[in-house]
């Protein structure tokens, strides 16, 4: 097919061809093999990772290119088509950190934000991707230079806050069991209200803090 024409001509006759027109004529067709599968639904079968592999040879090629910021773009569209989230995370922070100045590397940092959130509340008990998810997010509420997309940052790092403090108050509760030390119990809640002072888990966690300290009170003085 003309992809693979375009494909054997610039690997094997680079020097002998105009390659940037040529890659150009690469990745329209790309563009038109992605058209024609819209068309005829072929999305969440093979011939959507077909396509993803042909703007990938594209980009591949041509890191340079006018259209490569765009053709990365649709790579990051395509891998969430396939379900892929945490790939195309990867895809968008390619993006912006080689195109930084381009409209895709914005587009991305949207849309990187956004899939973080679909993980992070898909596996809301994994505390190192919470952390890293609100450290995400404060970035780019930093970078973010649309109002818009700074107050959805916002939101969603008022969320991911949540989950993360979520998560820190269960694993504590669960020192909370008769099966438990006492001590152990009483070190995690106060390791909780250390690092979550102002937390809406805060004052039951001080009410139980009270009770386990003078239950433990009561039993040394007998």
């Known amino acids: 097919n003309a992809l693979e024409e375009y494909k054997y001509l610039v690997d094997f006759y680079s020097s002998d061809c105009d390659y940037d027109k040529a890659m150009a004529k690469m990745y329209e067709t790309a563009k038109k093999m992605r058209e024609d599968g819209k068309r005829i639904i072929f999305f969440k079968f093979a011939n959507t990772a077909d396509v993803r592999c042909a703007f990938e040879g594209v980009v591949r090629r041509a890191p340079g290119a006018y259209f490569a910021p ?22 968008c922070k390619v993006i912006r950190n080689r195109y930084s100045s381009s409209n895709q590397a914005k587009a991305a940092l949207y ?20 952390l890293n998810t609100v450290s995400f997010l404060d970035m780019a509420i930093r970078l973010a230079e649309d109002a818009d997309n700074r107050t959805q940052f916002q939101k969603w790092r008022a969320e991911a806050y949540a989950i993360v403090e979520k998560e820190a108050y269960e694993a504590a509760v669960f020192y909370d069991s008769i099966t438990r030390k006492r001590r152990g119990t009483i070190n995690a809640y106060e390791r909780f209200l250390r690092d979550y002072p102002a937390s809406s888990y805060a004052q039951k966690v001080r009410e139980r803090l009270e009770q386990l300290k003078s239950t433990s009170s009561a039993k040394e003085s007998k």
Do not use: C, F, T
């Open 70 to 91: 765009e053709a990365m773009y649709s790579i990051v569209e395509l891998r969430i088509d396939e379900e892929e989230y945490a790939e195309a995370i990867e895809v």
């Open 111 to 130: 849309k990187e934000a956004e899939l973080r959130m679909i993980l992070l509340r898909s596996h809301e008990y994994n505390r190192d991707r919470g």
